[in-house]
T-cell receptor
């Protein structure tokens, strides 16, 4: 149980375009979803926390107008990278929790590798 | 500020034992996690310690000393598939996860 999927698993896009990444909890209701970014040889960096039906809470330094997060249902959250640039190339990972705000109980998705050319 | 330190890289031999250390300085403490992350994949949960002492789970064990702000992950009978990064993460007083940079473990035959 507690499976989280992400789609796509990898994507290549041109600079200036937008990319949408989906995160789904397959067998449980995800009250809270977390979005992380990981650059090569670095640790996970929390970008934002989203609770179903509410606006996402962004970490300091993360542009909310660039990284649009929607958590419209208990099983789906989306991250849209708008006007992507090469420096946005990274590994994006989502995680989901059944308990609101519970960072201690996170189930991770497999990640999405974004390359912006 | 909040800080988690762990070695950048370690090398060990197949069949041997390795200990990966993690020290932390955080605003409050509500538990420490160890995750394993293979290259290009998401982290997978290994252990959670909130009380002092050693927790054993098969070939992997995790130790915590809250007074010293210190934990270690002990891997026994190393296998080639254990080659991965090992991430230490602390849950602070606000129940936010603070992540270490990870330790890349290289297993040699």
């Amino acid at each position: 149980g507690a499976v989280v999927s992400q789609h796509p698993s990898w994507v290549i896009c041109k600079s200036g375009t937008s990319v949408k990444i989906e995160c789904r909890s397959l067998d449980f209701q995800a009250t809270t979803m977390f979005w992380y970014r990981q650059f090569p040889k670095q640790s996970l960096m929390l970008m934002a926390t989203s609770n179903e039906g509410s606006k996402a809470t962004y970490e300091q330094g993360v542009e909310k107008d660039k990284f649009l997060i929607n958590h419209a249902s208990l099983t789906l959250s989306t991250l849209t990278v708008t006007s992507a640039h090469p420096e946005d190339s990274s590994f994006y990972i989502c995680s989901a929790s059944q308990v609101q705000g519970a960072a201690y109980e996170q189930y991770f998705g497999p990640g999405t590798r974004l390359t912006v050319t | 500020g909040q800080n988690i330190d762990q070695p950048t890289e370690m090398t060990a031999t197949e069949g041997a034992i390795v200990q990966i250390n993690c020290t932390y300085q955080t605003s409050g403490f509500n538990g420490l996690f160890w995750y394993q992350q293979h290259a290009g994949e998401a982290p997978t949960f290994l252990s959670y310690n909130v009380l002092d002492g050693l927790e054993e789970k098969g070939r992997f064990s995790s130790f915590l000393s809250r007074s010293k702000g210190y934990s270690y992950l002990l891997l026994k009978e190393l296998q080639m598939k254990d080659s991965a990064s090992y991430l230490c993460a602390v849950l602070d007083s606000n129940y936010q996860l603070i992540w270490g940079a990870g330790t890349k473990l290289i297993i040699k035959p």
